[in-house]
């Protein structure tokens, strides 16, 4: 079912209104639209030369921290000015039209919070904010330390942001409760992820088995793709919007 033929299809409309429950996975596409690069388009700037895939790794912080440390502090940056789009403020208004809603978000940005949502499973972690790779301690002023990366002023161990890197562990509850709540809705919506990165990935196809329709929002195709119940084919910052207007008129 694509966006561009025939607009919005009436049967996802009549889903979305009877649903009691809707998950939602979101990825780096929902934020592009704010300004906050996603990891597999090209990049552009400074930092163009760099794969993140080769920064956000464990071994590429031990390797060279100071490299890893400007890259998140450039990204955080980008954050902190962005601001939600009307994709984040579409989410947080369907979340006040239904009585279970649950949005687990890959990416490490606070623009869902800031736009309003309320039940979010942050399954990357928060890049504002710094923990201790030793004593684990977590550090609110950590920017304000001149050493780059900062050092822990518990322990002097270095700093780093609370993200989760390829080849970590997710946090288990988050991870738990992202897996329960892809099982237990009416309705799955995976707006703005690419499909690759797992364990997200495979959520979206624990909602299909459980003959839970899922619908697809990105304006490129994804692993995801062939087998979304919909498809709708366009930025989240457009679609979303209309999605919600036409099923609840807000
Ligand atoms: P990706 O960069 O892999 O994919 C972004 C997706 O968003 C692509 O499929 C784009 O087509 C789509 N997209 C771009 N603009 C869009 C728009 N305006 N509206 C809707 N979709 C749009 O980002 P993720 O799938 O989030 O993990 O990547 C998953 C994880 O891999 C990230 O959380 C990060 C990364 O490495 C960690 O850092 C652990």
């Given amino acids: 079912m694509e966006w561009?033929?025939?607009?919005i299809h009436q049967g996802l409309i009549a889903k979305l209104r009877n649903s009691n429950h809707i998950t939602v996975l979101t990825g780096a596409g929902i934020s592009a639209e704010s300004g906050v690069p996603t990891f597999r388009q090209a990049q552009s700037g400074l930092w163009a030369q760099y794969d993140p895939q080769q920064l956000a790794t464990?071994?590429?912080?031990r390797r060279n921290p100071r490299l890893v440390w400007e890259w998140y502090s450039w990204r955080r940056e980008l954050v902190n000015k962005a601001k939600p789009n009307?994709?984040?403020i579409a989410l947080a208004t369907m979340?006040?039209?239904v009585s279970r809603f649950t949005l687990i978000t890959q990416n490490v940005d606070d623009l869902h919070r800031r736009a309003g949502s309320q039940n979010i499973i942050a399954l990357h972690g928060d890049i504002l904010k710094t923990r201790c790779i030793d004593c684990r301690t977590y550090t609110e002023d950590a920017l304000q330390n001149e050493n780059i990366p900062p050092r822990c002023f518990h322990c002097g161990g270095l700093l780093?942001?609370?993200?989760?890197?390829?080849?970590?562990?997710?946090?288990?509850e988050a991870l738990e409760a992202a897996f329960t709540a892809a099982r237990e809705c009416d309705l799955f919506l995976s707006i703005g992820t690419s499909t690759l990165v797992e364990p997200a990935a495979s959520l979206p196809f624990i909602a299909l088995q459980n003959d839970i329709p899922v619908v697809e929002i990105n304006p490129e195709e994804t692993p995801l793709s062939g087998s979304a119940t919909y498809q709708l084919k366009g930025a989240a910052g457009k679609v979303l919007p209309e999605l919600v207007r036409s099923v609840w008129q807000v």
């Fill in 58 to 61: 464990p071994q590429a912080f």
């Fill in 86 to 88: 009307p994709g984040h």
């Fill in 95 to 97: 979340e006040q039209q």
């Fill in 160 to 172: 780093r942001p609370d993200v989760v890197w390829f080849g970590e562990s997710l946090p288990t």
């Fill in 4 to 7: 561009d033929e025939g607009g």
